[in-house]
Protein backbone atom coordinates (compact mmCIF):
# COMPACT_ATOMS: atom_id res chain seq x y z
CA UNK A 1 0.00 0.00 0.00
CA UNK A 2 1.45 3.61 -1.36
CA UNK A 3 0.45 6.82 -0.42
CA UNK A 4 1.75 9.90 -1.54
CA UNK A 5 1.13 13.41 -0.52
CA UNK A 6 1.79 16.49 -2.30
CA UNK A 7 0.78 20.26 -2.53
CA UNK A 8 3.01 21.65 0.04
CA UNK A 9 4.86 24.59 -0.79
CA UNK A 10 5.75 28.10 0.41
CA UNK A 11 2.28 30.54 1.61
CA UNK A 12 1.75 33.76 2.73
CA UNK A 13 0.43 34.11 6.21
CA UNK A 14 -3.88 33.97 5.42
CA UNK A 15 -3.11 31.92 1.95
CA UNK A 16 -4.57 28.72 1.60
CA UNK A 17 -2.96 25.33 0.46
CA UNK A 18 -4.51 22.32 -0.88
CA UNK A 19 -2.38 19.00 0.16
CA UNK A 20 -2.78 16.17 -1.92
CA UNK A 21 -2.96 12.07 -0.79
CA UNK A 22 -2.82 9.41 -3.44
CA UNK A 23 -3.61 6.03 -2.85
CA UNK A 24 -2.61 2.64 -4.60
CA UNK A 25 -2.21 -0.91 -3.52
CA UNK A 26 -5.16 -1.63 -1.42
CA UNK A 27 -9.22 -0.33 -1.34
CA UNK A 28 -8.79 2.64 -0.61
CA UNK A 29 -12.68 3.03 0.23
CA UNK A 30 -12.20 0.47 3.25
CA UNK A 31 -9.51 2.85 5.12
CA UNK A 32 -10.37 5.91 7.54
CA UNK A 33 -7.73 8.29 6.23
CA UNK A 34 -6.39 10.93 8.54
CA UNK A 35 -3.79 13.74 8.55
CA UNK A 36 -1.75 14.83 10.56
CA UNK A 37 1.34 17.30 11.11
CA UNK A 38 4.07 17.45 12.76
CA UNK A 39 7.19 20.37 13.40
CA UNK A 40 11.11 19.37 14.65
CA UNK A 41 11.05 18.39 18.30
CA UNK A 42 7.54 17.95 18.58
CA UNK A 43 4.75 15.32 18.72
CA UNK A 44 3.15 14.27 15.35
CA UNK A 45 -0.18 16.38 15.79
CA UNK A 46 -3.50 14.76 14.29
CA UNK A 47 -5.32 17.51 11.94
CA UNK A 48 -8.20 15.68 11.27
CA UNK A 49 -9.76 12.51 9.57
CA UNK A 50 -11.98 11.59 7.47
CA UNK A 51 -14.43 8.13 7.93
CA UNK A 52 -14.39 5.37 5.56
CA UNK A 53 -18.27 4.23 5.85
CA UNK A 54 -19.93 7.63 5.40
CA UNK A 55 -17.13 10.26 5.16
CA UNK A 56 -17.67 12.15 8.18
CA UNK A 57 -14.98 14.40 8.78
CA UNK A 58 -13.44 15.92 12.12
CA UNK A 59 -10.79 18.30 12.95
CA UNK A 60 -9.70 19.36 16.48
CA UNK A 61 -10.44 22.60 17.26
CA UNK A 62 -7.25 23.72 16.72
CA UNK A 63 -7.64 24.17 13.44
CA UNK A 64 -11.61 23.52 13.03
CA UNK A 65 -13.16 26.00 10.24
CA UNK A 66 -10.16 26.29 9.02
CA UNK A 67 -8.94 23.11 7.18
CA UNK A 68 -11.45 20.76 5.22
CA UNK A 69 -10.92 17.23 4.63
CA UNK A 70 -12.20 15.53 1.69
CA UNK A 71 -11.93 12.03 -0.47
CA UNK A 72 -12.90 10.84 -3.38
CA UNK A 73 -12.97 6.83 -3.42
CA UNK A 74 -13.23 6.32 -7.07
CA UNK A 75 -10.16 8.01 -7.96
CA UNK A 76 -7.97 6.68 -4.56
CA UNK A 77 -7.55 10.25 -3.01
CA UNK A 78 -7.84 12.84 -0.07
CA UNK A 79 -7.66 16.01 0.26
CA UNK A 80 -6.42 18.28 3.09
CA UNK A 81 -7.59 21.78 2.22
CA UNK A 82 -6.06 24.60 4.56
CA UNK A 83 -7.58 28.18 4.38
CA UNK A 84 -6.57 31.32 6.87
CA UNK A 85 -3.01 29.51 7.87
CA UNK A 86 -0.59 30.95 10.35
CA UNK A 87 3.14 30.83 10.62
CA UNK A 88 2.11 28.15 13.22
CA UNK A 89 0.77 26.01 10.48
CA UNK A 90 4.62 25.18 9.19
CA UNK A 91 5.22 21.65 9.41
CA UNK A 92 5.67 18.83 7.44
CA UNK A 93 1.91 17.25 6.53
CA UNK A 94 1.61 13.46 6.51
CA UNK A 95 -1.67 11.24 5.87
CA UNK A 96 -2.11 8.29 6.95
CA UNK A 97 -4.70 4.84 5.82
CA UNK A 98 -5.69 2.94 8.88
CA UNK A 99 -8.17 -0.42 8.89
CA UNK A 100 -8.45 -1.70 12.14
CA UNK A 101 -4.56 -2.68 13.22
CA UNK A 102 -3.33 -1.78 9.58
CA UNK A 103 -1.95 1.44 8.87
CA UNK A 104 0.17 3.50 6.23
CA UNK A 105 1.69 6.42 6.22
CA UNK A 106 2.87 8.87 3.07
CA UNK A 107 6.76 10.28 3.25
CA UNK A 108 5.10 13.82 3.85
CA UNK A 109 4.80 17.28 2.38
CA UNK A 110 6.58 20.41 3.75
CA UNK A 111 4.19 23.37 4.27
CA UNK A 112 5.74 26.35 5.46
CA UNK A 113 4.33 29.44 6.39
CA UNK A 114 5.68 32.87 5.91
CA UNK A 115 5.84 35.96 4.54
Known amino acids: FHLVESGGGLVQPGGSLRLSCAAS????????ISWYRQVPGKAREHVGH????????FCPASVRGRFTISRDNAKNMASLQMNSLEPESTAVYYC?????????WGQGTKVTVSS
Open 96 to 104: KAALGWDEY
Open 25 to 32: GLTFSSYV
Open 50 to 57: INSADSNT
